[in-house]
T-cell receptor
Framework: GQQVQQSPASLVLQEGENAELQCNFS?????MQWFYQRPGGSLVSLFY???GTKHSGRLTSTTVIKERRSSLHISSSQTTDSGTYLC??????????FGDGTQLVVKP | ETAVFQTPNYHVTQVGNEVSFNCKQT?????MYWYKQDSKKLLKIMFS???????VNETVPRRFSPQSSDKAHLNLRIKSVEPEDSAVYLC?????????FGPGTRLLVL
C-alpha cells in the first residue's frame, strides 16, 4: 500500500487566501521533507521537518509523529505560489517515499 | 544558483538505444539519488549512493544502472530504452537530511 497519502490532489485559491496541505504516513518516520516545483522547473526544498513546527516567511510546516501527519500551511497566497507541492518521507530503514503531490493554482 | 548539475537538459531517442545522463554535485554531500518523475509528476526513487556504495536500489528494470566515479558524481545509464522510460529524471544529493535536486533531464523515447 501507499506509504504516504497527500491531500488535496489539487487546489485553486484566490490570491490572499490561505492553504493547508496534508501528508499522512503509515510507516515509521525518520524525516519529512516538503518540496515545491514550479511548472517545468526543478524541485526546491521548502522544509526539512522531522517533528514540530517550522516557519519560513508565509510558510509553516508542522509534523506530528504520533498522529502520523505533516502539514504545510501557506498564508496570504500569491500567484507565484502556483505549482506542485510534494512531501517526502524517509522511513526508519532509510527508504524514501513521496506523496503524489498537490497541484496549487492561485488566481489573481 | 543550483549546486546539483545535470546534463543533458533534454534527450530524444529511439526505442532500443542506449542513453546516459550525468549528475554532479558540488556540495560535498555523501549521498546522491536518482528519481524518475512521470507525466503525472509522481516521483519514484530509483537509486541511492552513499560514498559510492549502493544503499537503496528500488525495483527498477535491469536496463537501468547507476555509475559513480566518486561521491560527487552519479550517472544514470539506460541500456536499451523503452517507450515507458519517457520521463524526467532527477538527480539529488544530501548530507544526511535535506535533499537538493538538480534541474532534471527530460527523456523522450520515440
Amino acid at each position: 500500500g501507499q506509504q504516504v497519502q497527500q491531500s488535496p490532489a489539487s487546489l485553486v485559491l484566490q490570491e490572499g487566501e490561505n492553504a493547508e496541505l496534508q501528508c499522512n504516513f503509515s510507516t515509521s518516520l525518520n524525516s519529512m521533507q516538503w518540496f515545491y516545483q514550479r511548472p517545468g522547473g526543478s524541485l526546491v526544498s521548502l522544509f526539512y521537518n522531522p517533528s514540530g513546527t517550522k516557519h519560513s516567511g508565509r510558510l509553516t510546516s508542522t509534523t506530528v509523529i504520533k498522529e502520523r501527519r505533516s502539514s504545510l500551511h501557506i498564508s496570504s497566497s500569491q500567484t507565484t505560489d502556483s505549482g506542485t507541492y510534494l512531501c517526502a518521507l524517509e522511513s526508519s530503514n532509510n527508504r524514501i517515499f513521496f506523496g503524489d503531490g498537490t497541484q496549487l493554482v492561485v488566481k489573481p | 544558483e543550483t549546486a546539483v548539475f545535470q546534463t543533458p537538459n533534454y534527450h530524444v531517442t529511439q526505442v532500443g538505444n542506449e542513453v546516459s545522463f550525468n549528475c554532479k554535485q558540488t556540495l560535498g554531500h555523501d549521498t546522491m539519488y536518482w528519481y524518475k518523475q512521470d507525466s503525472k509528476k509522481l516521483l519514484k526513487i530509483m537509486f541511492s549512493y552513499n560514498n559510492k556504495q549502493l544503499i537503496v536500489n528500488e525495483t527498477v528494470p535491469r536496463r537501468f544502472s547507476p555509475q559513480s566515479s566518486d561521491k560527487a558524481h552519479l550517472n544514470l545509464r539506460i541500456k536499451s530504452v523503452e517507450p515507458e522510460d519517457s520521463a524526467v529524471y532527477l538527480c539529488a544529493s544530501s548530507p544526511q537530511d535535506t535533499q537538493y535536486f538538480g534541474p532534471g533531464t527530460r527523456l523522450l523515447v520515440l
